[in-house]
């Protein structure tokens, strides 16, 4: 079990160089200048040797390769380089950014589970009939519904028209009501489908034919037998979200000014700040792969069967 | 039918739209629904429905290309993969993990942020992290495929590898990536337009739903109808590719696996 999690670390490295490469690539290839970038964005007009010197003082003079393995060596020891908009370095910007885009993400995934297990239950166990095909409506509706669009006109209707919530901002805790409710309404209406659809599935299954036939009541096989099994893949999918979570966080901390890493991106990408940039593409994959290894984690502990086979 | 409907709109809307999307027309800015703009002017005067039926033209261009590079790049190299195994498999796994491992939306802002908005890159950018979606699910399917004894069969009876997979493999596999790639028609027209909503894709004045609906963003109070249509306008595209796919994969797919709809 802890050979698995080191071989899955150790995984994550090459992915990571992969990564930061690509993304470091893509910085130098594209047009601008970081220098000049950097200058311009404190407000003054730079003259072409304030331009140079600054250029030498970056390394940027320096071959592709060796930028690259500079930045990296500073990666290691922490130093993510200095945002050229908000003159301060990259970590902090990004750490003080990350509570606030994990509350989001935090608090969407805890509504959606409870809203689409009991929802996708019910349906499961009313297939066919008129309650599920409601459900099945709507979810199917959910899914088709796009981001920006379901977030603002909730914005409209409730804090516009209604006056009920803020519109904007961290400011109290009815702030992230509306946010958390957009990513919940589009997360949900898929979670509700799987749910029922895994659940379905097991119900099918032989063992729970025979449990029945040994007379024990349904809500106990419900309950004991079936969810168990279904927790194991609506996990898995859980994790998988999280990547989602993290991109729709993205428009949603964009549409309320939440102040979360998603926006911190956002403006980075306008202001073409590339260390922010990078800083960000760098911790959103570390965390993403975080999380999947410990979904696996959990999934190695849920179910005895994938001890029998080897790793992932 | 109904997508078949929506595909013709999009392909006939410069000729039916009843005005030039890009004409702008400052007296009638910001007008509401009326006899002449049928649904509302935006700030600059354009017309709304011209807007948005070219918007159909340009958002549909972009989400089928970009659904048909993923397809054919993923099926190609995953089938390949799974057919031959060995280092072709190994490198293109690799590959697939690298991709992977980027949260989809993320690196499409990285490549967009970088390279510049615009309509190419941001398919370029979608296309690059959601080609490996294909290539799994063909290289496992090759993979199953390889062992089955009409393969052996075909070795037998002189087949060279080209026309094993052309005449077995690639028509066992191709119905379940075909309900694949329809059902990601709708998934993919909601990335592209998340990410020019941001600002990252189709620039102005081009029309493109996301991107309308950032504009009308800004008038939400006074014009809400300029946010409004666009976003109506996608989600019943977005349902009727959904409808489509689904209807598809009961046609076309008796397995329903890996879904698990029943």
Redesign the interface.
């Known amino acids: 079990m802890g050979k698995y999690i080191i071989h899955r670390l150790i995984h994550l490295i090459p992915v990571l160089f992969g990564i930061t490469f690509l993304t470091f690539a893509l910085t130098y290839l594209s047009p601008g200048d970081p220098a000049e970038l950097m200058l311009s964005a404190t407000g003054i007009t730079p003259s072409p040797e304030l331009i140079q010197q600054v250029r030498g003082e970056l390394g940027l003079n320096k071959p592709f390769l060796i930028q690259y393995l500079n930045w990296l060596t500073s990666v290691f020891g922490g130093d993510f380089g200095i945002s050229y908009k908000y003159s301060k370095p990259v970590l902090d910007l990004i750490l003080r950014a990350l509570p606030a885009t994990f509350k989001l993400a935090g608090m969407t995934i805890l509504m959606t589970m409870i809203i689409s297990l009991p929802i996708g239950i019910l349906s499961a166990l009313h297939r066919n009939k008129l309650l599920d095909n409601i459900i099945r409506v709507i979810s199917f509706l959910g899914i088709s519904l796009p981001a920006p669009w379901i977030a603002i006109i909730l914005m409209y209707i409730f804090s516009l028209k209604l006056k009920l919530l803020p519109v904007m901002g961290n400011t109290n805790w009815t702030s992230i009501i509306l946010p958390s409710a957009s990513m919940t309404i589009l997360l949900a209406s898929r979670y509700i489908r799987q749910v029922r659809a895994y659940i379905l599935e097991e119900i099918s299954q032989d063992y729970v034919i025979g449990a029945r036939a040994r007379g024990i009541n349904d809500r106990a096989v419900l309950l004991k037998h079936v969810l168990r099994s279904t927790l194991v893949p609506i996990i898995t999918q859980l994790g998988l979200s999280f990547g989602v979570l993290l991109g729709g966080a993205v428009i949603i901390e964009t549409i309320f000014s939440w102040p979360g890493v998603g926006k911190l991106a956002i403006e980075a990408i306008f202001t073409r700040d590339y260390p922010l940039i990078q800083g960000y593409v760098v911790w959103m994959t570390i965390i993403y792969m975080l999380i999947n290894i410990l979904v696996d984690i959990s999934y190695y502990i849920l179910d005895p069967r994938m001890r029998l086979e080897k790793g992932a | 039918m109904l997508a078949f409907g929506l595909v013709a709109i999009g392909i006939l809307a410069p000729y039916i739209a009843p005005h030039d999307p890009l004409k702008t027309d400052m007296m009638n800015s910001l007008k509401g629904p009326n006899s002449i703009f049928p649904l509302g002017t935006d700030q600059l005067g354009r017309d709304l429905l011209s807007r948005i039926l070219n918007g159909a033209l340009n958002s549909l261009k972009m989400t089928f290309s970009l659904v048909i590079i993923i397809f054919i790049v993923g099926t190609v190299l995953g089938t390949l993969a799974g057919y031959f195994g060995g280092i072709i498999d190994t490198i293109v796994m690799r590959f697939c993990?690298?991709f992977l491992?980027?949260?989809?939306?993320?690196?499409a802002?990285?490549?967009?942020?970088?390279?510049?908005p615009s309509s190419i890159n941001t398919v370029i950018a979608l296309a690059v992290v959601n080609w490996p979606k294909y290539a799994r699910l063909s290289r496992g399917l090759a993979m199953s495929i390889r062992k089955k004894d009409y393969i052996k069969a075909a070795k037998m009876g002189g087949a060279n590898e080209y026309q094993i997979i052309m005449r077995y493999v690639l028509p066992n596999i191709i119905p379940s990536l075909i309900v694949t790639a329809t059902m990601d028609i709708?998934t993919m027209l909601?990335e592209i337009?998340?990410l020019s909503?941001?600002?990252?894709g189709a620039q102005p004045p081009t029309p493109e739903?996301?991107y309308m609906?950032?504009e009308?963003?800004t008038y939400?109070?006074t014009a809400?109808w300029l946010?409004?249509y666009?976003?109506i306008a996608?989600?019943i595209t977005?349902?009727i590719f959904?409808l489509l796919g689904e209807n598809i994969r009961d046609i076309l797919d008796p397995n329903k696996q890996y879904?698990?709809?029943?």
């Not at chain 2, 491992?101 to 690196?107: D, S, W």
């Not at chain 2, 909503?197 to 990252?200: D, H, K, N, R």
């Not at chain 2, 879904?259 to 029943?262: L, R, W």
């Open positions: 993990d690298i491992a980027f949260p989809g939306i993320i690196f802002i990285a490549v967009a942020g970088v390279l510049g709708g909601l337009s998340s909503f941001l600002g990252l739903w996301g609906i950032n009308g963003r939400i109070q809400p946010m409004i666009p976003g996608m989600f977005v349902t959904n879904e698990g709809e029943i």
